[in-house]
């Protein structure tokens, strides 16, 4: 009896413990953790960061340093905390304006090519040297409320000419302009207003963003260049995370230049963009005001992997607004005209492309474009037979000039007839097939940054090589530069204007 | 029988006792995955936090910094490059798993690969929030002791291609809840970079206080003396709006 008594005792003291060890640990552990430790609890709207030595290396001093420098006397205005509220206005206020400036200087070599196109440089008079200096300085005002912006330019531009009848000429041009400037209202954070001129873009593509219906030139081939803005009213709701939508309504050229002077349209815009866990859509229609032609653009990308991006962009229209040779009876029996624009049939330019990115961090970047309104075969030889009657015309006056100042007459009667002419094809391509290889590498050694591009034009066989590097001299200067190098006969699409061109320039960063 | 009976009734008593018990103590414990998830906060608030990142990379002996404002939510991030100069304006946008590139040289925003090298040695997955519970699964767990310090390490394993590395051995204080020390491994095996985290700056998840990341250290595995420090400074806990990772308003 008392050997059973001893088990039952054991038994409910090794109960009673067991009790009193679940209920120590049902408690949230990482609360009790928390309290178990001996470091000073901050909450954060005190802001205060401690600062311990416990790696092996030093503090980045320099780091540190610019950081302080940065925000000293800084505090963030969007929490109210107890310190702001006693700053005056006028320096809350002070918090709401940045600017930016940059000064690029650089110079330009390049040699027209010797073709139909531009017989002895006397129809395009492309100078063979160039230098130019710009000015960008960039405002803003950025508040909970109202957003404002403006970016005026000035380029000092000098140029030199080598070929043709203007060989030894010099030219120089300055040019002040605002070439973006924007004021935009915010309501709630969901709801944005803003009117402004600006370069509007979008859509992954390096080669051509034909879901845009505003910008033929998407900014992609060269960096250094801005493109020139355009005037736009804008309504941007995003009542989601995942979605927005857009209005859009492009009310004047601004900067823009529209080929062969046709006169401006308006065009009115919806923009509908979806953004999913790994990937993103956009649906853009657009239509013209007076000429009321509808464009269908859509772009989407995919994360496939995280080194492998998958996108496509593209457009559908019905007809084209693009000038296309006709036989008439005009001096040289062709000229440039807007014969689809009626058209019904529907017109494709559809892109799509990759981007791999390896280990080393360079990007390699393929692209396809098909150019729905680009020009068939039979439109391609009716151009070039044209450009050659014209060009042999123009050689065979210039022979039977009898002298200089003669010379200099026929020159200046072929730009009088060319201005009154239709030139320009308005075709960002002007053929129907292109392929584009891309490699580009950013922060090699943390100073230099490489581009790499190859433009095939599969129908006529000519292409074009562009390269692109930056390198950074310190905080505020960079050297940068680019090279061009087209390849194809007279009669193509690269191979007519430029043989080649090299830029070389400083960019000064404030 | 009497006697025999009361037997068998302690018996079955303490074993429904026992079996309570441990029922409630292993509730009490925190699972690897729960860990995982404290250390993700630890690192990338949910709510919404906005700091200031400061990076500083040395590279075949050539030093270059950064100072970025960081807006975090969800798995979503914002980057806005303060300085130096050159680079001021740059921004990068992180939806998810798309990610953007914007310059104020550039017309529109690049999409770029969360492989795009930022800085050093950092790449873009480095430093946007990292959500290492939703992309890699724990393989294993060991007992580990780093630095004096009681830790855990799991060997994650990436659930689908998407995520910046293959595998991860990840060391995580089981004190303190918040990863210390993280290896990167290729799909081959190799290891590639390692990092090391500090966490002295404070932010309140829930209404609770929780360490936040202040310091990390990646250093290349290939060339040791490649090594990219970013410092967090600023935390604040704030409403960040949706607008800001909208890619409509990602160029200035």
């Known amino acids: 009896m008392k050997k059973n008594l001893y088990k039952n005792i054991t038994s409910m003291a090794c109960i009673v413990m067991?009790?009193?060890?679940?209920?120590?640990?049902?408690?949230?552990?990482?609360?009790?953790?928390?309290?178990?430790?001996?470091?000073?609890?901050?909450?954060?709207?005190?802001?205060?960061?401690?600062?311990?030595?416990?790696?092996?290396?030093?503090?980045?001093?320099?780091?540190?340093?610019?950081?302080?420098?940065?925000?000293?006397?800084?505090?963030?205005?969007?929490?109210?905390?107890?310190?702001?509220?006693?700053?005056?206005?006028?320096?809350?206020?002070?918090?709401?304006?940045?600017?930016?400036?940059?000064?690029?200087?650089?110079?330009?070599?390049?040699?027209?090519?010797?073709?139909?196109?531009?017989?002895?440089?006397?129809?395009?008079?492309?100078?063979?040297?160039?230098?130019?200096?710009?000015?960008?300085?960039?405002?803003?005002?950025?508040?909970?409320?109202?957003?404002?912006?403006?970016?005026?330019?000035?380029?000092?531009?000098?140029?030199?000419?080598?070929?043709?009848?203007?060989?030894?000429?010099?030219?120089?041009?300055?040019?002040?302009?605002?070439?973006?400037?924007?004021?935009?209202?915010?309501?709630?954070?969901?709801?944005?207003?803003?009117?402004?001129?600006?370069?509007?873009?979008?859509?992954?593509?390096?080669?051509?963003?034909?879901?845009?219906?505003?910008?033929?030139?998407?900014?992609?081939?060269?960096?250094?260049?801005?493109?020139?803005?355009?005037?736009?009213?804008?309504?941007?709701?995003?009542?989601?995370?995942?979605?927005?939508?857009?209005?859009?309504?492009?009310?004047?050229?601004?900067?823009?230049?529209?080929?062969?002077?046709?006169?401006?349209?308006?065009?009115?815009?919806?923009?509908?963009?979806?953004?999913?866990?790994?990937?993103?859509?956009?649906?853009?229609?657009?239509?013209?005001?007076?000429?009321?032609?509808?464009?269908?653009?859509?772009?989407?990308?995919?994360?496939?992997?995280?080194?492998?991006?998958?996108?496509?962009?593209?457009?559908?229209?019905?007809?084209?607004?693009?000038?296309?040779?006709?036989?008439?009876?005009?001096?040289?029996g062709a000229s440039l005209q807007q014969v689809h624009q009626d058209d019904d049939d529907v017109t494709p330019t559809i892109l799509v492309g990759g981007a791999y990115t390896f280990l080393n961090s360079g990007t390699l970047t393929l692209e396809y474009l098909y150019n729905g309104p680009g020009y068939d075969r039979d439109a391609a030889n009716l151009t070039f037979s044209t450009l050659k009657k014209a060009a042999d015309a123009y050689y065979s006056l210039m022979k039977s000039a009898e002298s200089d100042s003669e010379k200099d007459e026929l020159a200046d009667s072929l730009q009088e007839y060319l201005s009154s002419q239709n030139t320009d094809p308005g075709l960002r391509f002007l053929r129907r097939n292109y392929a584009m290889l891309q490699y580009y590498q950013v922060n090699i050694r943390n100073r230099l940054a490489i581009t790499l591009r190859w433009t095939q034009n599969i129908d006529d066989g000519s292409g074009q090589f562009f390269g692109l590097f930056s390198y950074q001299l310190g905080d505020h200067w960079d050297l940068f530069g680019s090279g061009i190098i087209n390849a194809g006969n007279k009669n193509t699409e690269y191979g007519s204007i430029l043989d080649y061109q090299g830029m070389l320039g400083l960019k000064l960063s404030l | 029988m009497v006697h025999k009976f009361n037997r068998q009734f302690l018996f079955i008593l303490e074993f429904i006792f026992f079996i309570l018990i441990f029922t409630f103590t292993a509730q009490a414990q925190v699972s690897p995955k729960e860990m995982l998830e404290k250390a993700d906060e630890a690192r990338g608030s949910y709510e919404g936090v906005e700091v200031t990142v400061t990076m500083e990379s040395n590279e075949l002996g050539r030093k270059q910094y950064r100072v970025m404002k960081v807006s975090e939510k969800g798995y979503n991030c914002f980057l806005d490059t303060l300085a130096p100069s050159n680079v001021k304006g740059q921004r990068i946008l992180m939806r998810d798993r798309n990610l953007w590139y914007a310059n104020p040289g550039l017309s529109k925003p690049v999409p770029v690969s969360p492989r795009q090298k930022l800085i050093g040695v950092a790449v873009n997955g480095d430093i946007v929030s990292t959500n290492y519970t939703r992309d890699y699964k724990i393989v294993s767990t060991q007992d580990s002791i780093l630095k004096g310090e009681d830790c855990i390490l799991m060997n994650l394993e990436a659930v689908d291609k998407r995520t910046t590395y293959d595998r991860i051995k990840y060391w995580i204080s089981k004190d303190r809840l918040v990863g210390v020390k993280g290896e990167f491994y290729t799909v081959s095996g190799k290891m590639f970079k390692s990092a090391t985290f500090e966490y002295n700056n404070k932010i309140t998840i829930n209404g609770k206080p929780r360490d936040f990341i202040s310091k990390a250290i990646i250093t290349s595995a290939i060339i040791k003396d490649d090594f990219t420090i970013i410092d967090y400074s600023k935390p604040v806990q704030k409403k960040i709006p949706d607008a800001l990772f909208n890619v409509n308003l990602l160029t200035k």
């Open chain 1, 18 to 332: 067991a009790l009193l060890f679940a209920i120590a640990n049902s408690t949230d552990a990482s609360e009790s953790l928390q309290d178990g430790t001996n470091r000073n609890q901050h909450i954060i709207a005190s802001n205060i960061t401690q600062q311990e030595e416990t790696s092996g290396y030093e503090s980045s001093t320099l780091a540190e340093e610019i950081s302080k420098e940065l925000f000293s006397g800084k505090e963030n205005t969007e929490i109210l905390m107890p310190e702001n509220e006693n700053k005056k206005s006028w320096q809350k206020l002070e918090n709401y304006f940045s600017a930016d400036l940059r000064i690029l200087a650089y110079g330009v070599a390049q040699n027209p090519a010797e073709s139909n196109r531009n017989p002895n440089n006397d129809f395009l008079e492309i100078p063979h040297y160039v230098t130019n200096t710009e000015i960008r300085p960039d405002f803003y005002f950025n508040s909970n409320y109202l957003d404002l912006s403006v970016k005026p330019r000035s380029t000092f531009q000098y140029n030199i000419w080598k070929e043709g009848m203007r060989d030894g000429d010099t030219d120089w041009n300055d040019d002040w302009y605002v070439n973006e400037w924007i004021a935009r209202v915010k309501a709630w954070n969901k709801l944005f207003l803003s009117y402004g001129r600006e370069n509007l873009q979008w859509g992954p593509s390096f080669l051509y963003s034909p879901s845009n219906p505003f910008f033929s030139d998407n900014g992609r081939s060269n960096n250094y260049m801005e493109v020139q803005g355009m005037d736009f009213a804008r309504i941007l709701f995003v009542p989601h995370l995942n979605w927005s939508i857009s209005l859009i309504v492009n009310t004047d050229e601004g900067r823009n230049s529209l080929p062969n002077s046709e006169p401006f349209e308006k065009i009115y815009a919806l923009k509908v963009d979806y953004t999913g866990i790994n990937g993103y859509a956009s649906l853009i229609y657009s239509r013209k005001d007076s000429s009321q032609s509808n464009k269908i653009g859509f772009f989407g990308g995919w994360t496939a992997s995280d080194a492998l991006l998958l996108y496509t962009e593209s457009s559908v229209q019905n007809g084209s607004d693009a000038w296309y040779p006709v036989t008439d009876s005009s001096l040289f």
